[in-house]
């Protein structure tokens, strides 16, 4: 369809002008000039030049347009979705006439963009570009983002140095409170102490010393006469690290104490005592003082009260509302007085079954006499439920009233299922717990049973986490085994060397070996390590070994034979290791095996171990591919 045709009747609504905007070509006098595009204005249709072809073409067209005209959707695709003259009237659409070829007289129309799109953005050519190059505007900003940049990325390493500079190390590992630093000195009862006591200590190099509080003064302590004694035991080591520990014994009273004078005078005190209205019908039940063979039960003005210990006392209720006050406040006194530790004994005996029920037959008696204490079971008055809580409890007032001192055991606890916390997954309520035989078959006259098997079992019966206490004082007289070796081998192992100063363990070894021993057990290895125990034909060893430190290996030989050393091969261990102590039997004329000095490089694989002998080495591990 004609083009001209087409505009006339879009603008058919208005005979006077052509609302679409025309341009008309003007020719230029100069034929070099460039082709460019003229615009003008828009003018009316009866103001065209009167030209009689252009006239009767338009009418031509006008009629084949009335007459013949299919609607096809050109117009409105031109003018858009919408029709007719307000369509028309929105859009401005600029139609340019662009002189092309001056000999033909051909040209280009732009019509602009159709249907509203918008243009496509092409972008700025290189030469546009080029012009903005080096203008100052631009070249100060280029400038800036560059600075800028480079000042963030100095300004964020700097801060990292900062950072890294600034934040806190690594903590050290802390030292291990001093009643696990040990080992502690064990001493008699109270009233002995002297001065000598404290040199004795230091030959140790002891942290604490344990002295024995008589039973019957637990209760008692805040009598002039028994808090001068402590006060006398405090100033002896008041010079020296050395703490002082008590043993005592808080279940039972004499029949003097005051708790016992306040029952009989009045009812609601007698919940402190297991106390048994009359005596009309007979004892209460079947059980014997401890180690005895006559009843437990003690008659106090026509009244049955519990006595399973010495004659003349009376078992408390360590339960009992009365009892706590008593004992806490004993406990807080001797605090006061400059006691750092306790050990308590016959914890055992704490808790008894109220129903006051008999007591069963033991499976295997030693003898069939019914009055022996060993005939029965003693289920009812021994390891009763809640005794992990009871003494976790006194722990409690021991640590709030001093947050350096300890509350223990003076004896082994047997059963330590029996001294677990009801609510803390197998935690013991107590510091130091004692427990098992293994001190007693290391330093037996004859060697019976696997020592591995048996160390091994003592952990994990206390659940691995126990810091244990052993007890020099179980070593045989007659132990081939030299005293040094045991002190050695027991020393590094996880727990604190209680020495008896009347033991072959105190007697028999120097003090230069038990100053070693303070510098091994001061290491990081030894107070934070893992502890791995090994096996090799007779001799029995373990590591101690924490990350970033040397592990250190110690090596026992129980036998009465030389042993050859064969741990490497099997238990991922270096070949070459450095002694670092030895047992004072160990380079003996008497021995065969291989002679070694300090600091001296050794191949574990060919070191051989004298008879009832041991050694520390110290070693570097062995990364794992």
Request: negative net charge; contains cysteine.
């Amino acid at each position: 369809m004609n083009l001209f045709s087409r505009l006339k009747r879009i603008g058919a609504g208005n005979k006077s002008s052509v609302t679409l905007p025309v341009t008309v070509p003007v020719p230029s006098h100069n034929e070099n000039e460039e082709d460019t595009p003229e615009i003008y204005k828009v003018i009316g249709e009866d103001k065209l030049p009167a030209n009689r072809n252009n006239r009767e073409a338009a009418s031509t067209a006008d009629m084949v347009k009335e007459e013949k005209f299919v609607p096809d959707g050109a117009d409105e695709e031109m003018l858009g979705s919408g029709g007719g003259d307000e369509k028309l009237a929105e859009r401005r659409d600029e139609v340019k006439f662009i002189k092309g070829d001056h000999q033909n007289g051909d040209a280009k129309i732009d019509i602009g963009n159709l249907n509203g799109a918008k243009p496509e953005f092409t972008g700025m050519s290189k030469e546009e570009l080029l012009k903005y190059a080096n203008d100052p505007f631009w070249v100060r900003l280029r400038w800036i983002f560059f600075l800028g940049f480079w000042a963030i990325w100095v300004a964020m390493l700097v801060g990292a140095i900062l950072i890294i500079i600034g934040a806190p190390k690594c903590a050290a590992p802390q030292p291990l409170p001093w009643y696990k630093r040990g080992p502690h000195a064990k001493f008699g009862l109270v009233g002995t102490a002297k001065t000598e006591d404290v040199s004795l200590a230091k030959k140790l190099s002891a942290t604490g010393a344990i002295y024995e509080l008589p039973a019957l003064l637990t209760y008692e302590v805040k009598k002039a006469d028994v808090e001068a004694q402590i006060k006398h035991l405090v100033d002896l080591y008041q010079s020296s690290e050395v703490k002082v520990i008590l043993d005592i014994t808080p279940n039972f009273v004499g029949e003097d104490s005051q708790l016992v004078k306040d029952a009989l005078d009045n009812a609601e005190k007698r919940s402190a005592l297991i106390w048994v209205n009359g005596t009309g019908q007979g004892v209460p039940n079947t059980w014997l003082k401890v180690g005895g063979s006559t009843t437990a039960w003690g008659d106090l003005k026509g009244n049955f009260v519990l006595s399973q210990f010495e004659p003349g006392t009376y078992d408390l209720k360590m339960s009992s509302k009365i009892v706590r006050h008593e004992l806490s406040s004993a406990l807080q006194h001797l605090i006061g007085l400059g006691v750092q530790g306790f050990r308590l004994k016959n914890t055992k005996f704490f808790l008894i079954n109220d129903n006051l029920d008999d007591e069963t037959i033991s499976p295997l008696p030693k003898d069939n006499n019914l009055m022996d204490y060993t005939f029965y079971t003693h289920t009812q008055t021994t390891f009763q439920p809640g005794l992990g809580d009871l003494l976790y409890d006194y722990l409690g007032v021991v640590k709030n009233a001093s947050s350096e001192a300890f509350l223990s055991v003076a004896e082994d606890i047997v059963r330590p299922d029996a001294y677990e916390l009801s609510q803390a997954g197998g935690a013991l309520g107590i510091d130091l717990p004692m427990y098992g035989q293994f001190m007693k078959s290391v330093g037996a006259s004859q060697q019976k049973r696997n020592l591995v098997e048996e160390l091994q079992q003592t952990f994990v019966a206390t659940r691995n986490v126990s810091w244990l206490q052993w007890n020099f004082g179980d070593i045989y007289v007659d132990t081939p085994t030299h005293p040094s070796a045991l002190a050695l081998f027991m020393s590094l192992l996880p727990g604190v060397p209680i020495v008896p100063v009347d033991s072959i363990a105190y007697t028999n070894v120097t003090q230069e070996t038990y100053s070693q021993i303070k510098e091994l057990r001061l290491s990081a290895s030894y107070m934070h390590g893992e502890l791995q125990i090994f096996e090799s034909k007779k001799l029995i060893a373990f590591s101690r070994i924490k990350s970033g430190n040397p592990g250190y290996f110690v090596i026992f030989n129980p036998t009465d034979l030389l042993q050859n050393s064969t741990f490497s091969a099997d238990h991922k261990l270096p070949d070459k290791m450095t002694v670092s102590y030895f047992s004072e039997n160990y380079n003996d004329k008497n021995n065969n095996g291989t002679h070694v000095a300090h600091s001296a490089k050794v191949n574990i694989n060919e070191l051989q171990i004298p008879a009832h002998s041991a050694i520390v080495l110290t070693y570097v591990p062995v990364k794992s591919e």
